[in-house]
């Protein structure tokens, strides 16, 4: 069965030390994605016009759940202080790197994760930043030692310069870029997403060879040549 894992990487990619596995699956993974817009006023109309500014990196919630109850809970019970203290580190300066460590989150091949640049890293996985770390613990045995916490850890993906530019394929607009066709495209929708006209569609298809122009394959990668290209 597929855990969640948590390693700390370097920023080359490279393993900090082992790996932080959780035994208990959390319940939920909460993933936030935002866009920034500029309005702009045009006199006359009624509302503003909306410019795409940036993006906003994608964040990741969730709250781990530890328990050393089942090894007893009297005199010989086992804290869980040092299994919440490893997730507690994520967010302290490592004096190798004057910063805290990237950490990579992996749980096996169904990881809805997937964010900007990861396809790239090999596996389904979310690199981040960790932004926080809350501590609660819930229960008690009775020589004060706790058996029971939840944690909170709260992380914002992290992607290199190279890697979003990769993502998003962007290329001079006279240089042949890629576009890898999705459910439902036609030609003549990404010939107006690529030259802002769908009557060009006929540059695309020549330019890769198409005979079947009605009915584009998803997965299909097409390169979308410059304008005056032959």
């Known amino acids: ?67 050393s109850t089942d090894r007893g809970t009297g005199a010989g019970a086992v804290a869980v202080t040092d299994e919440v203290e490893r997730f507690h580190k994520l967010v302290s300066v490592r004096s190798a790197f004057h910063a805290p460590t990237l950490v990579r989150v992996t749980w096996g091949p169904d990881f809805p994760g997937v964010a900007m640049g990861e396809s790239e890293t090999g596996g389904r996985s979310f690199t981040a930043v960790v932004l926080s770390v809350g501590r609660r613990f819930t229960l008690f045995n009775p020589d004060g030692k706790p058996l029971r916490a939840l944690v909170t850890v709260a992380l914002k993906h992290y992607v290199t310069l190279a890697g979003q530019l990769a993502a998003i394929n962007l290329q001079s607009a006279d240089h042949t870029r890629t576009h890898v066709v999705a459910d439902g495209e036609t030609l003549p929708l990404i010939a107006h997403d690529a030259y802002a006209d769908a009557g060009l569609w006929r540059v695309i298809a020549d330019h890769n060879n198409l005979t079947e122009v009605r009915d584009l394959v998803p997965g299909t990668r097409l390169e979308i040549p410059p304008l005056g290209t032959p």
């Open 1 to 67: 069965m597929a855990q969640l894992t948590f390693q700390r990487i370097a920023v080359d990619g490279s393993k900090v030390d082992g790996p932080m596995v959780v035994a208990y699956a959390p319940a939920e993974l909460a993933f936030t994605k935002a866009s920034t817009y500029a309005e702009v006023a045009v006199p006359g109309l009624e509302q503003p016009l909306l410019q795409f500014v940036k993006g906003e990196a994608e964040t990741l919630s969730v709250e781990l759940f530890f328990d």
